[in-house]
């Protein structure tokens, strides 16, 4: 089992940028599929970018493309979730998620995801 916790969320204004990260235990992080998700108050839980184990390789909802970016560095066992151009549809409770089965590609389906923090809050300010 492996335990996640988010960090780096706050307030920001529109157009700002933040980062998030994703602390995990365990040494088989570099084994996992990681995802981030948030949920917006009264929204349901949605996808807002996968990476996969093994190459790297990574998607994106669209609503993010171009503006969010995630990462994983596997020596220090971290996901990254790099924000950018950030907007006040933006704010929400943000997620990271992590399965040991190899998905190719990635799923948006919050129910395939066995792992769970506990979140971090961004706040978009107008």
């Known amino acids: 089992q492996v335990q996640l916790v988010e960090s780096g969320g706050g307030l920001v204004r529109a157009g700002g940028s933040l980062r998030l990260s994703c602390a995990t235990s365990?040494?088989?992080?570099?084994?996992?599929?990681m995802a981030w998700f948030r949920q917006a108050p009264g929204k349901e839980r949605e996808f807002v970018a996968g990476?996969?184990?093994?190459?790297?390789?990574?998607n994106h909802a669209d609503s993010v493309k171009g503006r969010f970016t995630i990462s994983r560095d596997n020596a220090k066992n971290t996901l990254y979730l790099q924000m950018n151009n950030l907007q006040p549809e933006d704010t929400a409770v943000y997620y990271c998620?992590?399965?040991?089965?190899?998905?190719?590609?990635?799923?948006?389906?919050?129910?395939?995801?066995?792992?769970w923090g506990r979140g971090t809050q961004v706040t978009v300010s107008s």
């Open positions: 365990g040494r088989t992080f570099s084994t996992y599929t």
């Open positions: 998620a992590a399965s040991p089965l190899r998905f190719a590609p990635v799923p948006a389906q919050a129910g395939d995801w066995p792992y």
């Open positions: 990476i996969a184990w093994n190459d790297g390789s990574t």
